[in-house]
């Protein structure tokens, strides 16, 4: 199994573009969420989605779209980029199997700068 | 809502020596709770988790942590550090069951260690 992967590592955008991160699973978990991470703010979730058609915001939705056409991917669209948006993007999935808490697994994470 | 306080940002311990890394919860009620670390460049990793049960959870790595109820603490110890251990931790807590598997983290500790 790869686990969750990310493309691409790194990206740099102009203000004002659009572009889409990618993230896949393997392990046919249900929920897959994407969180961004900044220096001395932790990890904050953006959006999720508890399966395929599914999705729902977080805590930080502005400027970001998501859609869940199947199960193992789950990509982050940044429809007009800003500087605000520069840090790093973390994607996590989890199977929601059991009915307890599952561990999330994490990506490598995308390192966006927009200048 | 819930929040999650890592009152350290940085810790520098010695080679050898013991470790605790301090994380405190705001919740309506007893969540989930975890350590997750991240070395530079990666992703996250589970380190440990309290569900219910035994209030000392081992995980892996040599980490331990002690929730306490009345603290609404989640401290994370290590009896000997180690170079390697070198890197970020994450403290999060999710609500129990939620049904899925919503996340909140703490800012993060650094951990640094000295020869």
């Known amino acids: 199994n790869a686990g969750v992967t990310q493309t691409p590592k790194f990206q740099v955008l102009k203000t004002g573009q659009s572009m889409t991160l990618q993230c896949a699973q393997d392990?046919?978990?249900?929920?897959m969420s994407w969180y961004r991470q900044d220096p001395g703010m932790g990890l904050r979730l953006i959006h999720y989605?508890?399966?395929?058609?599914?999705?729902d915001q977080g805590e930080v939705p502005n400027g970001y779209n998501v859609s869940r056409s199947t199960t193992e991917d789950f990509p982050l669209r940044l429809l007009s980029a800003a500087p605000s948006q520069t840090s790093v993007y973390f994607c996590?999935?989890?199977?929601?199997?059991?009915?307890?808490?599952?561990?999330?697994?994490f990506g490598p994470g995308t390192r966006l700068t927009v200048l | 809502a819930q929040s999650v306080t890592q009152p350290d940002i940085h810790i520098t311990v010695s080679e050898g020596a013991s470790l605790e890394l301090r994380c405190n919860y705001s919740?309506?009620?007893?969540?989930?709770l975890f350590w997750y670390v991240q070395s530079p460049g990666q992703g996250l990793q589970l380190l440990l988790k309290y569900f219910s049960g035994d209030t000392l959870v081992q995980g892996i790595k040599g980490f331990e942590a002690e929730f306490k109820r009345s603290q609404s603490s989640f401290n994370l110890r290590k009896p000997s550090v180690h170079w390697s251990d070198a890197a970020e931790y994450f403290c999060a807590v999710a609500p129990m069951n939620s049904g899925y598997s919503t996340l909140t983290f703490g800012k993060g500790t650094m951990l640094l260690v000295s020869p």
């Open positions: 996590a999935s989890s199977s929601l199997s059991g009915g307890a808490f599952n561990e999330q697994f």
């Open positions: 392990m046919n978990h249900e929920y």
């Open positions: 989605s508890v399966g395929a058609g599914i999705t």
């Open positions: 919740y309506g009620a007893t969540p989930y």
